[in-house]
Every structure is written in structure tokens, then in C-alpha cells.
């Protein structure tokens, strides 16, 4: 479409009735029953290659897709829209930013879609620009969507367009009113440099999470059974999302002790990746590449010691500060006594999200104190770190989004 065309209808869309959130809500509900029926099984297993062979609920894959259309439902969007766009004051009106541009992220399946849904219940037209490695199940989605209820086809634009396609990231720009940019600093970077002065950019880069754990935590008689959750939860989410846990602090200064952990943890993460189904090879060549590279740096650098199994490893790493992760099933543990916690964190709080807590009952009031302080934004169990709520959704990194996708006006 030329951009003098897109341009005139914005414009056209922008001058007509607003878009209703019932419209949208209605939509997404059949949306949803739709994917939850099964009756898109063979879209998403050619783009997610998941295996639809095995026994129900066997597939982590298709069951990671049917909970994501779980958050298309009516009563999730209708939770949301009370929760995040509440009655306004008297005097008070809520209006939509007006054209959202969302600028995707690769690392979960139909985020992007999800990004654009969000835009469209707070009332925006959505241009959405896909993410490089995108595999269509985004486009597939909002095609659907915008099939199931026409009056949502003025509201979506989908672009498969490069990043390093400047002049075309820059006229996308200069129709948006506001930016959600999904990624990392350099995608954040990229995107500041392309918004005018007075585009709303609005920033969900990536987050770091991780679990902590008191040596009464470990030792006590919920403690392994914590720590199993924990290695699910990594094996489950490959560690990709910015729930995904990259490693575990541990309350101790105690070399002997870290050793100690890092290698009975190694334990606990081959015997659970042993109950899953081997990955194609591949993934687990280049998972293999990945540990040996590491191992060969800590023997050259020092700094840091890699425990090796057959299918995951453990990184005993001696500076403190919080990174990703190998992933896959590789983690590492770090030493970070309590009161280290704050001097460590803070440096890094604009990156942290959520911290999974492995400590006595008597700890964990204070743990999640110090750890709200150094700018986490969710403190949970270990088995909790990417599970959603009764209710169907949580704040990004600890905001409303469709509180920024709106302006009040009075």
C-alpha cells in the first residue's frame, strides 16, 4: 500500500465513530473458542513445528498456545478493561492515543498479535511491524480477527518489513501517535532515533528474572520440591520469555556451598529435561556449542566454572550482577548475600522483573521488601515465575499497557 494512501485512511478512520471495546471483545472471544476447539491445530503445527501425535496436554507447545488463547477470552479482556480503563473522573475523558505503531518481538509465539489486541481495546488503529524471524502466526491471527468481525479492518495493518529499512521504519513512524517497541536496548535505541518529539514511546524491552534462595529454603522440607518446579519452569519456557528464570541466587558467601548447590541443581535440571521429548538435533547441536564455548572461556578467562550434563548445565559465575542466561536448560548460580542485595540490584533496575523465592515463611515478607525496593516487579514462588493469574493477565513489567495506549482529556 503507498504511504499517501495508508495516510488518507488513517485519516478517514480517525474522523469516524469510535471504536467500541464490546467490537473487540466479541471478536476475540470467538477468536479464542475457535483455537481452544482444536479447529487451528494444523496452522499452528506447521509454525510452531509441535507435534500434534501425542496424548492430550503431552505437547508443551500446543498447550503454551491454547493458554495464550486463553487470554483472548471474554472474561480475561473483560477483567482487563475494568481493571486498566476504570470509569474516569467527573470532567474527565478517556480517548484512544489515536495510531499505535507496535514494533514486535520475536521471542513468543503471537506476542505481536497479542501487542496489536491491546491497541484495539484501548480504541487505537494499530500498525504493526513484524518481527524479523516472524513464523505467521501473528498475521494468521489478525487476519482471522479482522475476518470474524470486518469493522476491525481499518484498525490493523500488518507490515513485513526490515529494521534496517530506515526510510521505511521512519515514515511508519511519522503516522503513529505513539511507539510500543518490543525488545531489546538496541531495538529501544532504534526506535528513539526514528520518533519525533511528540510520539508517545512506549518501552517493554527485555527483563531479566531469577530465583533466590535462602539456605532455609533449600534445606527445609518444601525445598526440593521447589527446586523441581523451578527446572520445569526453565525446561518449559527454554528460558526465552522475561519470566523465563536465567539462574538462582544464593543466600551464602559460602564457596563450598555454591559448589555444593550448582552441582545438585545440575541434578535436578537432567532428571526433568530427561522427561521431555529429545529436541530435534539441531537445537541440541547448537545447545552443545553453546556450554562448550562456555566451558572453554572459563578455562581460558577464569571467573567462572560450568558443571556439564548430558542435556543441561549449571554456571558457577562469580560476578554478581544479574544476565541472561545459555538458556535451554542452562543456568547459572551466583553468590548474593542479603546484604549485598540493593548494591548489586540496583545498578540494574530497570532490567529486573520477576524473582522466584525459595526461603522459609519467616523470610519471604522481607526478601520480597528488598527486592520490590531494588526495582523487581513480581515476587512468586518457584513454580509461578509465567503463570498468569486467576483473572487471565498481569501488568508488563509492572505497568497497565492500555493505560499508556490512552490520553484523558478534559
Known sequence: MKYEVLKARLARTLAGPPLEAETVVGACEILAREILDGKYDQVLEAALGAEMDRPQGANPVMAQARRAASLLSRPCL?????????????????????????????????????SAVEGLLAGNINLLKLPENDNGIS???????????????????????SSADRAAMKRLAGLA???????????????????GPSVKLIEWGHKISFAYATLKGVRGQN???????????????GQVLCSSCQGIYLDTKDETEL????????????????????????????????????SLEAAAYGGK????????????????????SLMYGNCWVKSLPRPE???????NSGYLQTVALICGEEEREMLAHLFWRAGAVRVCSAGDMSALPEHGFQPHDGEFPLRRYSKYVT
Open 223 to 237: 525445598g526440593g520440591r521447589q527446586l523441581r518446579l523451578l527446572a520445569r519452569h526453565m525446561l518449559d519456557t
Open 177 to 195: 501517535d505513539g511507539i510500543a517497541v518490543w525488545g531489546g536496548d538496541g531495538a529501544v535505541r532504534g526506535v528513539r532515533e526514528l520518533a
Open 78 to 114: 473483560e477483567e482487563r478493561l475494568r481493571w486498566e480503563l476504570p470509569p474516569s473522573p467527573e470532567g474527565v475523558r478517556r480517548y484512544p492515543l489515536g495510531v499505535l505503531l507496535h514494533v514486535g518481538a520475536g521471542n513468543m509465539e503471537g506476542l505481536p498479535a497479542y
Open 305 to 324: 566454572r560450568v558443571f556439564a550434563g548430558t542435556l543441561a548445565s549449571v554456571t558457577l559465575e562469580r560476578d554478581p550482577r544479574p544476565e541472561v
Open 139 to 161: 498475521s494468521f491471527l489478525l487476519r482471522r480477527l479482522a475476518a470474524i468481525e470486518p469493522r476491525l479492518r481499518p484498525y490493523l495493518y500488518v507490515f513485513r518489513i
Open 259 to 294: 559448589e555444593e548447590f550448582a552441582k545438585s541443581f545440575l541434578e535436578i535440571l537432567e532428571a526433568e529435561a530427561l522427561l521431555r521429548p529429545a529436541a530435534d538435533p539441531g537445537a541440541r547441536a547448537r545447545n552443545t556449542l553453546r556450554v562448550q564455548c562456555s
Open 341 to 347: 542485595m540493593l548494591p548489586v540490584l540496583r545498578d
